[in-house]
């Protein structure tokens, strides 16, 4: 009886460590993204890997991989208020649960569904932080070309104000009070 617990500890200790030398990298990346800081996601990583591990045995047909994110994704959300400092990174511009989101979807590959469930949102709040987030992102993006003094990012060249010639001094009266310079006719002025 002995021996046979002994033999199921180290078979999963084998299944555990093929595990993570095959999604340690991805997780750890995704942790950086989140956290912005490779010392805080790899904190955060050791954490979720230590809970996946204990749950091994209750997986049960359940992807390992899948149970490790969204662990990191639950310790992440739970430390949210720490991951608020700037870092010099893309994704700093983003609150925490924005980049969630962000990794989530974009990153991991997670549907939106999936994403709504495990954060408790509605798929439509999913869908709209992550178009909003995508935005902000291409908006002030470091990397975005030069668009000079005459272009308008995104809209082409910017439209100067046309110059009517018909328009001069008299720009902003009204239709009724063009008449001539010296006012309508047979006004004491």
Known sequence: MEKRR???GRRRAREFET????????????????TGDRR???????????????????????????????????RFARRAWRYRRPRGGLLDRLTPHERLILVLRLYEGVAEE??????????ERVRAVCARSIAALR?????????????????????RPERRPDRGPERGRRPA?????????????
């Open 6 to 8: 002994v033999e199921r």
């Open 40 to 74: 805080e996601a790899e904190r955060l990583l050791t954490a979720a890997l230590a809970r996946t591990y204990a749950d091994w045995d209750r997986l049960r047909g359940e992807d390992p991989y899948d149970r490790a994110r969204q662990e990191l994704a639950v």
């Open 19 to 34: 595990f993570v030398a095959g999604a340690a990298g991805r997780l750890l990346h995704a942790a950086t993204l989140l």
């Open 114 to 123: 999936q994403t709504a469930a495990r954060l408790g949102l509605p798929a």
């Open 177 to 189: 009070e063009r008449t001539s310079a010296a006012g309508p006719a047979g006004a004491g002025a």
């Open 139 to 159: 908006s002030r993006s470091p990397r975005a070309p030069d668009h000079g003094p005459d272009r308008d990012p995104g809209h082409g060249p910017k439209r």
